[in-house]
């Protein structure tokens, strides 16, 4: 290790750390502080002289009460809870399946369809939400979850198989050869051999594309009418702005609690998150 | 495990063996994904470039009009700015994100206290809808009631308020800023990941042959890291430049559509206008630009396994 | 096997909805099953509206009519990727609550309303003119008007009597006046020229005709590039620095109520929510004497220019869509909720906010309860145009609104980026792009 001086480590490490957390998390303690302020000490202009940005004396919980219990928000949370891990999973499975395939299967139009995949990634959801609506009418999807269910893994699957083809392509190849040579079949191998090996770099991808489904806005405004069928960031805008008046304080508890199902996914599996992709970025 | 016995091997059915075939198996994995991109993608796409052909109008079925649509938009002034804009705002937060997420990559890279949490946290503005923490950024630069103004009123750095969002340049230099604010995680963890690949006693090599760290840096982590890197820009780049939440919440396109990207007007002329001809082909716009940066990208990994 | 899991449970998951919707189908009586009607209206800004929407409507029109009423609200801005999701894919809520002239974007998808409106209008004496154009698509009613929600400018009276003002000004040469004073007092006027729906556009394009300039002519040609409109650019553009608040280009439609409550600004033009907000919370928003803030507002119209008083007030129509599976149903919700009865009990609540669509509700006993609103009484009676004057307020003058080209006509030259010459020759022709 290279032995650093003392004041060199301030310099070089904990002011920069500290810039970057206060970078980072201030909008969370701003918002966090807004959803505890009394209404009262909302409307107070920068220039006024009693303006309190930092904190508030008063701090009350009833902005998080009227959300809870006002708005159907904890009906959107477990909507988005639903539709996220449903998403997540199919997109993970279609992933799997055609990362493995592009990654160590030898066959004609691999390279083709790779690349096919990865375009259809370049496609806005604000361009196809239109012509989404008359397939979803056709099938019958319309208001309901598998809307989004069945439409999100179309943004998911795209990276999902990328990441994970990265991860295949650094497992040695000898691994199934040993499995083949016990008499296991390729698919058999695959499941119950590369599949184990390979977890992190699953768990990274379906943590990603958790928390892509979790921020989706235009296809879920479109597809669910219902108010008990929104999903988070669709309710709390439609909710709490009304017309000229915006409910800051329950906005922002509405933006504090939208976040914390998925920091605490992150919070278990941050770890194996960063390790899950260094398999795939060695690739 | 034992190799299956003459008469078991005989049951082994048909399926099995025909799903031996890499062929026949790279098909049978390959068909849930395609499935769905083919239907739900593929399908939508080519109506949307069918709208873009005719002057479809809300309800109305329009006619073929080949490339007026795209001629239109190109002559249009509003249009043009949004191009400019998406390139800059694209090009600058990219570049932010990039040296950001790069330095504090290399800051969670080591080991200090609390330092699962930290890396936890750090993922935060990532994780939130970005609608959300738009709007969180909003009332942050709202002309009235700024915190930041706050600030620097009060600590007499100025003594009138600054404009961030109601002067079209500020307004677009505020999009940068919390585009980076919301991207830079994505970046620190990815490269983080990188970072954890390389081998610390490269570095202990460098430092004993005299280079100092900038040297290490410049000329052992970054040429590692740079396929990572290349891969994460590559997609930040695609997200970015088709951004349209970010804008949508925090300016609507104003002051003066002085900062709607390619994806926030397509969305007023074809949605809020009922044009959707013309709106698809303001979207289709999109597409060269994204394309060339994706065209690139694969001839440069073509050329990395070719090492 | 992996595979064979995954399409069975898709499978199934299809099968699931798809029987669903049919065992419901069939289990349900035809009778009740047919008159479901979905309504998807804005997020009313008084809140107590939807509230009679809900808890009023739902059982009344179940009992009086055997409808059973779906509301949804969303929000006002998102309604338009609704109503295209909806006319494109052929399904989606029966009745949309547009705004001002959107019933001439959708026209073609619209069920006629003829026979609604003129039993409305011959029962109430007449509808607005201007709700008339906005609805009025090629002599069919395209929506059924329901309401308007009249601007005015609300300002402080006791800042305005400081400055020698009992009555607020009657033209915009005084207003240019009263406004750079207050402004010197660090009062300024609050007013928004963004690129948003409400408060924008009603102060523009009133603007814009009082100094005698128009969009188009008779004829459909563009007019704007006139001396009258530069006329009023070059009037706007000083009156801005005087006297407004700067950081209104980057306004939407909530600031100004914030500022105002704040006590930042002295007026502004804007619905009856500054009025009401304070009203409802008197402890929460105060003057700087410490009064409540809402003994301190009172209303008044826009000023006159050299071509006269003009407005414009946004109209919230409701369109019966054609794909549709219940129009009949549709319609007699409509005629239901218009009758005095119940049309009553949504418009009291509304404390004035939004008012009627004829005369008719002019009269009604509520106006007596508060003497701030009145000014909102007799205001959409005055407004005589519509966007795209000149010509029809149909789809080209609704690509040029949602443009905002007027507005931004002003709002480059106020903010400096163009001078009045040149912002008017841009906006003339964006609009030339659009009226070809």
Not at chain 1, 132 to 139: G, K, N, T, V
Not at chain 3, 213 to 239: I, N
Not at chain 3, 360 to 374: G, R, S, Y
Request: glycine share 8%; hydrophobic share 50%.
């Amino acid at each position: 290790m290279v032995i650093e001086r003392k004041w060199k480590k301030w310099l070089y490490f904990y002011i920069p750390m500290a810039v970057f957390i206060l970078f980072t998390l201030f909008p969370f303690y701003w918002m966090a502080v807004t959803a505890m302020r009394p209404d009262g000490e909302l409307y107070r202009t920068f220039r006024q002289a009693n303006a309190t940005p930092f904190w508030t004396l008063a701090p009350t919980l009833e902005h998080f009460k009227g959300l809870m219990q006002t708005t159907a928000f904890p009906q959107w949370l477990w909507n988005t809870m639903l539709i996220a891990l449903v998403s997540t999973i199919i997109s993970l499975v279609c992933g799997m399946f055609a990362g493995y395939a592009l990654a160590r299967l030898k066959f004609r139009g691999s390279e083709f369809l790779g690349t096919i995949i990865f375009i259809t990634y370049l496609v806005p959801q604000t361009l196809l939400f239109i012509p989404l609506a008359d397939i979803i009418r056709d099938m019958h999807l319309g208001n309901t979850p598998w809307a989004l269910m069945l439409t999100y893994p179309t943004f998911l699957i795209p990276f999902c198989t990328w990441l994970l083809m990265g991860y295949f392509k650094t497992i040695p190849k000898e691994l199934e050869e040993c499995a083949r040579i016990d008499g296991a079949t390729r698919f058999g191998a695959m499941i119950r051999i590369i599949f184990p090996v390979a977890i992190p770099g699953i768990l990274s991808a379906g943590i990603f594309a958790f928390t892509l489904s979790w921020n989706e806005f235009i296809y879920a405004l479109i597809f669910m009418s219902s108010a008990e069928l929104k999903t988070v960031p669709v309710g709390v805008v439609s909710e709490l702005i009304r017309g000229d008046i915006f409910f800051w304080g329950q906005l922002m508890a509405g933006a504090l609690l939208g976040s914390i199902p998925v920091a605490i996914v992150y919070s278990f599996f941050v770890e194996y998150y960063v390790t899950g992709l260094t398999g795939s970025v060695k690739g | 495990m034992t190799v299956a016995a003459p008469a078991e091997r005989g049951r082994v059915s048909r399926l099995t063996r025909l799903l031996e075939s890499e062929t026949v198996l790279a098909t049978a994995l390959l068909v849930p994904g395609v499935l769905i991109l083919v239907v739900f993608i593929a399908y939508p796409f080519v109506m949307a470039i069918w709208y873009s052909l005719t002057s479809i109008r809300v309800g109305v079925v329009g006619e073929f009009v080949g490339l007026a649509n795209f001629t239109k938009a190109w002559g249009d002034s509003i249009f043009q700015t949004a191009f400019k804009n998406t390139v800059f705002y694209t090009f600058w937060a990219t570049i932010f994100k990039l040296a950001l997420g790069m330095w504090l990559a290399l800051l969670l890279n080591r080991s200090f206290r609390f330092k699962r949490i930290v890396r936890a946290s750090m993922l935060l503005p990532f994780i939130i809808p970005t609608v959300l923490s738009a709007f969180a950024w909003r009332w942050m630069f709202d002309p009235t009631f700024s915190v930041i103004n706050w600030v620097l009123f009060h600590s007499g750095v100025i003594t009138d308020r600054l404009p961030f969002l109601s002067d079209g340049d500020w307004a677009m230099w505020c999009a940068v800023l919390v585009n980076t604010w919301r991207g830079m995680p994505f970046f620190a963890i990815t490269l983080l990941a990188g970072l954890q690949t390389i081998s610390p006693d490269l570095h202990e090599a460098a430092a004993l042959d005299g280079a100092n760290a900038w040297h290490r840096f410049w000329h052992v982590t970054w040429p590692l890291l740079l396929p990572v890197t290349l891969v994460v820009v590559v997609f930040s780049v695609i997200q970015t430049f088709s951004d349209f939440q970010l804008i949508y919440v925090l300016t609507g396109g104003g002051p003066a559509n002085s900062t709607h990207l390619i994806a926030t007007y397509a969305y007023q002329i074809g949605v809020a206008s009922g044009l959707l001809g013309e709106g698809a082909a303001l979207s289709l716009f999109m597409f060269p630009v994204l394309f060339a940066v994706v065209w690139v990208q694969l001839r440069y990994m073509k050329r990395m396994e070719g090492h | 096997m992996k595979r064979r899991k995954f399409l069975k449970a898709t499978g199934a998951g299809f099968a699931a909805t798809g029987l669903a919707g049919i065992l419901a189908a069939h289990r349900a009586p035809v009778f009740a099953q047919a008159n479901t009607i979905h309504i998807l209206r804005w997020n009313d800004f008084v809140p107590a509206a939807d509230k009679v929407l809900r808890e009023v409507y739902v059982p009344e029109v179940q009992k009086a009519l055997g409808i059973k009423l779906n509301v949804e609200t969303v929000n006002a801005n998102d309604i338009p990727a609704r109503a295209t999701a909806g006319i494109q894919s052929g399904s989606g809520p029966d009745i949309i609550m547009l705004l001002n002239n959107l019933p001439h974007l959708y026209a073609a998808s619209a069920v006629d309303v003829s026979d609604i409106a003129d039993e409305v209008g011959k029962a109430q004496g007449g509808i607005y003119d201007a709700s008339q154009q906005l609805n009025k698509v090629g002599g069919m009613w395209a929506a059924m008007p329901w309401s308007v929600v009249p601007g005015m400018i609300a300002y402080r009276k006791s800042w305005f009597e400081e400055i020698g003002l009992k009555e607020f000004p009657k033209t915009w040469a005084a207003y240019h006046e009263a406004g750079k004073k207050l402004k010197a007092m660090k009062r300024p006027i609050g007013q928004t020229l963004g690129n948003t729906f409400g408060d924008a556009p009603t102060f523009t394009y009133p603007l814009l005709w009082s100094f005698g300039g128009q969009e188009v002519d008779a004829k459909g040609k563009v007019a704007l590039d006139s001396k009258e409109t530069l006329e009023s650019v070059r009037f706007m553009t000083q009156f801005w620095k005087d006297a407004h608040d700067e950081g209104g280009l980057a306004w939407d439609d909530s600031n100004n109520n914030r500022a105002f409550l704040s006590g930042d600004i002295c007026a502004s033009l804007n619905g009856a929510s500054i009025y009401v907000a304070a009203l409802n919370a008197p402890d929460k928003f105060k003057t700087e004497k410490g009064a409540p803030m809402h003994t301190d507002i009172l209303h008044a119209a826009l000023p006159a220019g050299p071509k006269g008083l003009h407005a414009y007030h946004t109209a919230f129509n409701h369109m019966v869509m054609k794909y549709s599976k219940n129009t009949k149903g549709a319609k007699e919700f409509l005629r239901w909720a218009h009758t005095k009865a119940n049309y009553e009990k949504w418009f009291t609540v509304q404390k004035g906010f939004a008012v009627g669509i004829s005369r008719e509700w002019e009269k009604h006993a509520m106006w007596n309860n508060d003497p701030v609103m009145l000014p909102f009484k007799t205001a959409p009676n005055n407004q005589k145009r519509a966007m795209g004057f000149g010509g029809a307020p149909d789809k080209k003058a609704a690509e040029a609104w949602n443009k905002y080209i007027v507005t931004v006509m002003y709002a480059q030259a106020a903010g400096g980026k163009m001078t009045p010459e040149q912002t008017v020759k841009w906006a003339a022709g964006e609009l030339g792009k659009i009226y070809t």
